[in-house]
């Protein structure tokens, strides 16, 4: 499954290899997120809202359906929100601009 | 020799008086030369051909004041380049500041650009900016981007190009570098809000500039920037919204711009 993803990050994302991993080992860090978001990679669907995970009250599903950004790009502010909040919520508050 | 003193503020002021006076004497052209032909009603008429010979005398008398004035703007833009490069202030400094809260980083603008900046900026004042026309306006955001150029020291040709894009999922797209083309390209749908267009145009800038230092790597910082815009590297907004701005060129970008539109206060 990581070979998968690794691929999906270099290849559809044109990620470098160290950027793919760094993101890799970001999302790895946290179980449960590294969990949904590997359930969002095989089935190509986010967890359930009644189930789903929820940092600072956003799930992923909520994240990706407010802004323009990609699956992944919403569990990975799922992880900046658990270990930076404060920055990370100020930056959602202010409409996730893009300079 | 007697000594003079000169400013980057003083060329700036003179340089826009020369061309508001160039301006000026090209549309007193213009009425002179429509003039002529409202005056007569019959080409024979000996008043008519004798206005006629004054509106000649005069519209040569115009043109040469005309290549005169256009001559010492061109000196005046060549003492500014000249200026420029015997300054080249480093623009900004790094000022870390440590509270409560922790430590920020901010940029903080050299003296000796202040002057200028504030000319130019002073466009953007909103009671100000709001009398403008749209044409007004774009000429203020090229005239802002050339001089954040100069001050940079940018020296690849840099240009402005507007585009109009309505926001998408509620998110905007204020402006953007085309680094292929050496393009800044903003939005016009937010020309209304000059603080932003300001904030917008020196965040590419930037951009412009750090691509320029990434290909020098004389820095510890240009090799930063080398690194994070080498193919692959640069974090997109889409797949990781905190990378993205976290990542050295945008937070540089970043910091250069609140900078700049904090050079109005």
Redesign the interface.
């Known amino acids: 499954m990581e070979e998968d993803i690794l691929g999906y990050f270099?290849n559809d994302?044109?990620?470098?290899?160290?950027?793919a991993e760094r993101?890799l080992n970001e999302l790895k860090k946290h179980e449960d997120i590294w969990r949904e978001f590997c359930h969002w990679f095989s089935t190509k669907k986010f967890t359930d809202n009644k189930t789903c995970i929820r940092e600072k009250g956003y799930s992923a599903e909520e994240l990706f359906e407010?802004?323009?950004?990609?699956e992944?790009?919403a569990f990975?502010?799922l992880v900046?929100l658990r270990d930076?909040s404060q920055?990370?919520e100020e930056?959602i508050k202010k409409?996730?601009?893009?300079? | 020799m007697a000594s003079i003193r000169v400013s980057e503020e003083g060329i700036e002021i003179l340089k826009m008086a020369l061309q508001n006076v160039i301006g000026d004497y090209y549309s007193l052209r213009n009425e002179l030369e429509k003039a002529y032909f409202v005056l007569g009603e019959s080409w024979l008429d000996a008043n008519y051909l004798l206005a006629g010979e004054y509106v000649t005398k005069y519209l040569r008398e115009t043109d040469n004041v005309l290549y005169v004035l256009e001559h010492c703007l061109k000196v005046v833009d060549d003492l500014e380049n000249a200026f420029c490069n015997y300054m080249s202030p480093s623009l900004v400094t790094t000022v870390n500041r440590t509270s409560s809260s922790g430590t920020r980083t901010y940029y903080s603008i050299d003296e000796r650009a202040l002057g200028p900046l504030s000319v130019v900026l002073g466009n953007f004042v909103p009671m100000v900016w709001s009398a403008y026309d749209i044409t007004v306006k774009r000429r203020c955001v090229y005239s802002l981007l050339k001089l954040l150029c100069r001050l940079l020291g940018i020296v690849g040709r840099t240009e402005v190009r507007f585009f109009s894009q309505d926001s998408?999922?509620?998110?905007?797209?204020?402006?953007y570098f085309d680094a292929a083309r050496n393009l800044v390209c903003i939005n016009n749908r937010h020309l209304d809000d000059p603080l932003s267009i300001i904030d917008?145009v020196a965040?590419e800038v930037r951009h412009v500039w750090q691509k320029e230092r990434a290909r020098k790597k004389e820095t510890e910082r240009d090799k930063q920037f080398a690194e994070n815009l080498?193919?692959?590297?640069y974090?997109?907004?889409?797949?990781?919204?905190?990378?993205?701005?976290n990542q050295p060129v945008?937070k540089d970008?970043?910091l250069f711009?609140e900078a700049i539109k904090s050079a109005m206060d």
């Open positions: 270099e994302l044109h990620c470098s290899t160290a950027q993101m407010k802004f323009d950004i990609y992944v790009g990975n502010l900046s930076n920055e990370t930056y409409g996730l601009p893009k300079d | 998408v999922n509620g998110a905007e797209t204020l402006g917008t965040h080498t193919e692959g590297n974090v997109q907004y889409e797949v990781n919204p905190m990378g993205y701005y945008e970008a970043r711009a």
